[in-house]
């Protein structure tokens, strides 16, 4: 038993110490197989699932994918039943036994879905027509939503998000759609500014990334502007890296729907989600940079525009806006709405919400600590609500107003991947990364990612197979439009 345990250690020493995702995954395979969890993934039964009714889908869909008369029980099936296994298969206490992976029977639950999908794509007989099928996978893909990654603000700890985008990036599974506010604005906008190509080659030489973002700003600026840092350096930073692209011409590029968010420095303004389709023309990098303005720090900005002649012009020049992450760290009801997005993966750096964050998602502690926290936070808002409604609070109170959008925010998605900082790292968040730090970000942000891959590929297969299909049938639609045009 001592032995075992000592063993135990050796491994998880090993896997947090990994270079690579493959390094990574084959330790926690060993793992698995000392702690007797990879017989847990070969038994089918679970209190997470209903197993009879998931074992009947499994066979009804290999037995419709044989017959092609079966089109329309296997549509039917698509859209009555799918979102009810899927809320079944991604239940989150399914990925914390095993580090490896999860029950084989959602594997073959996946595979079986995904080779129905494909089934309906290349069955071609005239009651299933070209355009029937494309019709089709445009309906359920929209009735299945998608996923979305959002990138958290927090300064320097941002540059942990790389490290996340690359090993999402190498192992194909980043979310089309893509959030960022403050710190997280910027890593977005070189994430969605870049074709696949250049983001690998941009991983690949670290140097190339300007990370030279804090100046203090001279004395009689800093009186002038309330503001400790020089905002143009931080904005020709911004530029270096992102260029000057407006939100359309990345998702022109890209096929990545950027979003940025923007906090509003009046009390009657709202928070505001800037990409394609609430400003297309409108600049990434100027975004960035008011999205990073935090109060005290970097002083609040304005937007930028291009024009029709593809000049730089002022936008909505009467109004000046802050750090996005201040009122809306993680815009998910508008990204729902926006995008058809119900899944979240979030990064989460941002040092005021990092402390209070549960990370165990099981146990007694968890449960006691998650108590406690709600019903502090709750506590919190509630005074906060107080004191901004008492008479002699009527005149608009900033930070009254802040501290309260701080406390009233989520700072969660359905998977959550934090950094394990130590506490010394603290002392960086405002400070210009050397070659070594961002090395240490990158690698801290890739290995608090490999464990929750295997979730991430599980729950986002069944709509990446459904993306497929379409861009497969949309091709063909293209071809036969060429063809005809020819004739």
């Known amino acids: 038993m001592r032995g075992d345990s000592f063993r135990n250690r050796r491994i998880k020493s090993r896997m947090a110490e990994a270079d690579s995702y493959e390094e990574w995954l084959a330790t926690a395979r060993e793992l698995d197989s000392l702690e007797g969890n990879d017989k847990w993934r070969e038994a089918d039964e679970s209190p997470s699932y209903h197993l009879a009714p998931l074992k009947r889908q499994i066979e009804a869909l290999e037995r419709f994918c044989r017959d ?17 296994s899927v809320g079944d298969i991604t239940d989150p206490d399914l990925y914390l036994r095993a580090h490896a992976g999860t029950k084989h029977i959602i594997g073959r639950y996946l595979d079986a879905v995904e080779e129905s999908l494909e089934f309906l794509a290349n069955l071609d007989i005239p009651e299933h027509s070209l355009d029937k099928r494309i019709s089709l996978f445009e309906q359920i893909s929209r009735n299945f939503g998608r996923s979305a990654l959002i990138l958290s603000g927090g300064a320097t700890l941002g540059m942990f998000h790389m490290g996340v985008v690359k090993a999402l990036g190498e192992q194909s599974l980043l979310p089309a759609v893509v959030s960022g506010s403050s710190a997280g604005s910027i890593i ?17 030489d670290l140097p190339s990334i300007d990370t030279d973002a804090f100046r203090m700003t001279p004395l009689l600026k800093m009186l002038e502007t309330r503001s400790l840092m020089d905002s143009s350096h931080l904005y ?49 990098s100027r975004s960035a940079l008011v999205s990073c303005a935090v109060p005290g720090l970097f002083p609040p900005g304005t937007l930028t525009a291009k024009d029709m002649f593809g000049t730089e012009t002022p936008y909505i020049p009467e109004e000046k806006w802050a750090d996005g992450s201040l009122y809306m760290d993680l815009p998910i009801s508008r990204l729902s709405r926006l995008h058809n997005v119900n899944h979240f993966i979030v990064s989460q750096t941002n040092p005021l919400a990092l402390p209070f964050i549960v990370r165990r998602e099981k146990g007694l502690a968890s449960l006691v600590l998650k108590m406690t926290g709600t019903a502090l936070k709750s506590s919190v808002r509630e005074i906060l609500h107080i004191v901004r409604e008492r008479p002699s609070a009527a005149r608009p109170n900033y ?35 050397g070659p070594e730090d961002l090395e240490q970000f990158i690698k801290a942000g890739e290995r608090a990612t490999w464990p929750h891959i295997v979730r991430i590929r599980d729950h986002t297969r069944i709509h990446a197979a459904m993306e497929k299909c379409l861009e497969r049938l949309y091709k063909k639609k293209e071809a036969e439009c060429i063809i005809s045009c020819d004739t």
């Open 188 to 204: 977005a906008g070189i994430l969605c500014t870049k074709n696949d190509a250049e983001l690998q080659a941009l991983l690949s």
């Open 399 to 433: 930070l009254l107003d802040l501290a309260h959008a701080l406390v009233r925010q989520s700072y969660t998605g359905n998977i959550n991947i934090y950094p394990n900082f130590p506490v010394s790292i603290y002392r960086k968040v405002f400070s210009n990364p």
């Open 236 to 284: 020709r930073c911004i530029r270096a890296n992102i260029g000057d692209a407006t939100f359309c011409e990345a998702y022109e590029k890209t096929g990545r729907v950027l979003n940025i968010t923007i906090s509003p420095t009046r009390k009657r303004q709202t928070p505001r989600v800037l990409n394609y389709i609430t400003a297309p023309n409108v600049s990434i």
């Open 68 to 84: 092609p008369s079966c089109i329309r029980p296997l549509t039917d099936f698509i859209h009555l039943s799918l979102h009810q």
